[in-house]
């Protein structure tokens, strides 16, 4: 069984967001990048399938600048076969139709039974582009999945809703979406750090690619501006050392302030 | 602007956040929208949406539509699409709306704004404010040039407002063709306890590694019911297992805006202010004064939170009993 993990090469989560001086992107310098967290669930995921079937090949997938190969090799450390590097040089943002639709011509000729994203992308926080990729490849999907049982041609999903799971069959292939909890993540060793340097890299460029979005002229969607929040009030302080004090006076400002009990 | 929204329903009860999605078409189209209602059984439920706005209710009711899938549910929103050629549609951005917006949106050849908190109209176009880098940033965000304009808004964010003696909203039931879906929801499984969950939670107690570890859930616990609240959890105490990881609160948890967050023993990670600093109060109860969860919190107390949360929910108890 063949598995293709779409990943994104994201800010790190600690990262401190500074905004560029064109007010509508962020500033990149001192950014650490990072293969975005629930794109780690995906694969995990697919090389546990790997490893239980004893055969098939795992795929890794991005679209991004030279930075994102280093995604890729962190991916192919951990077990992965083989990459697919769309380089988007030149191409500073592209929408989620646009992604979806470069990773859709990229991943064609493939045969793939499962076609993996992370449920989203940390930084963007759309969870839009593997659902967009499964229409756009006329397959189905499950999103959200933190449970995952594979049988012949068909799985059974466990997909995080609020306060509850719906359990899904879904045929092969599919695109599944990974939520936190499908797996804990290997890291990667020494001996899988070595062997990723000599694995595959396939290169293609976007502009080869049919992606209209890739102009931004027909973004799908666009970021006018990007901003700090706005900054909270100062906190008021409340003395702790009578707690029964504390607590009636928080009760209180939460009533009477803030009425919002 | 013509708007329809897609309204969610979960064993015949209709979601507050379609409401609030419905409420917003209404206030930004300056009249009644118009609405799609799939499921089973769910005409009788259409009549209620005047109240909040609908003026025309696309109904459809099928047997097989009684479980969500994304085929029938993408279905029904389609042939809605077709009847009414909005100018854009809104749906509230819960796990079915995550689910059901970019495949629609895909079809279109268009895009989303995907979990708007804030959302106006300037011309023809709609622009949004949206939190991004799980809320250390915000961008404004618009469509393009695209014709059709799709956004999913936050839960809790908008309110739903309901007008009485507003008229009953005109009920068209759909016509679907085949609707059974390669991805099939067979069963629905409630989770360990019927808890609210965090993200769609008013009031949200959230509890970090200052609780010192499991066997102290109890006291937590205590505040979240006076307060009717959701529980919380930040990434440590989800990683160390202490709790199941549909708790957590960050940027690798949920995203959440309540309108009050009291997080007990957390210190304030970049990750786990990054998923909670849009909360409209924040109330932080923890032992170490310089802890960066009170350069975002309103209220702080510096000291024992298992002297303290005791005490604040007795305080709660009786406030709520006056």
Redesign the interface.
Known sequence: MNSLVCIAYV?D?????K?AADG?S?DETDVKWIVS??DEYALEEALRIKEAKGGGTVTVLTVGPERAKTGLRECLARGADDAIWVDATGTPYL????T?RALAAAAKGGSYDFLWFGQKG???????????F???MDL?????VIKLEVKEGKI?A??????????????LP?VLTAQ??LNEPRYASLKGIMAAKKKPIAEKKLAELVVP?ADP?????????????PA??A???????D??A???E??????EE?K?? | MKFLVFIEQRDGKIRKASLEALSLARKLGGGPAAAVLPGRGVTSLARDLGKYGAGTVYVADREELALYSTKGYVGALEAATKKESPDAVLIAATAMGKDVAPRYAARHDVSALADVMELRVEGDRLVAWRPVYSGKARAEVDCGAAKLQIATTRPNVFPAEGEDGATEPRVEPLELGDVAPRAKVVRVEASESKEIDVSEADIIVSGGRGIKGPENWPIVRDLQQALHAALGASRAVVDAGWIDHQHQVGQTGKVVSPTLYVACGISGAIQHLAGMSTSKVIVAINKDAEAPIFKIANYGVVGDLFKIIPEFAKAVRAAKAE
């Open positions: 800010p989560t600690e990262t401190r967001i905004i509508k962020i967290p629930y929408d989620a139709l646009g979806a940390v930084g963007y926080d759309e969870s839009l582009v593997g659902p967009m499964a229409e756009l189905p999907h499950v999103a959200n059974t466990h997909r995080e809703i609020e306060g509850a799971h719906e359990v899904v069959e879904c045929s599919a936190k909890g979005e002229a027909n973004a799908r969607t666009r970021w006018r501006k990007l901003e700090l929040p909270r009030v906190c008021k302080m409340v003395p702790g050392d707690p029964a504390a607590g009636k928080l009760a209180r400002l939460l009533r803030a919002v009990i």
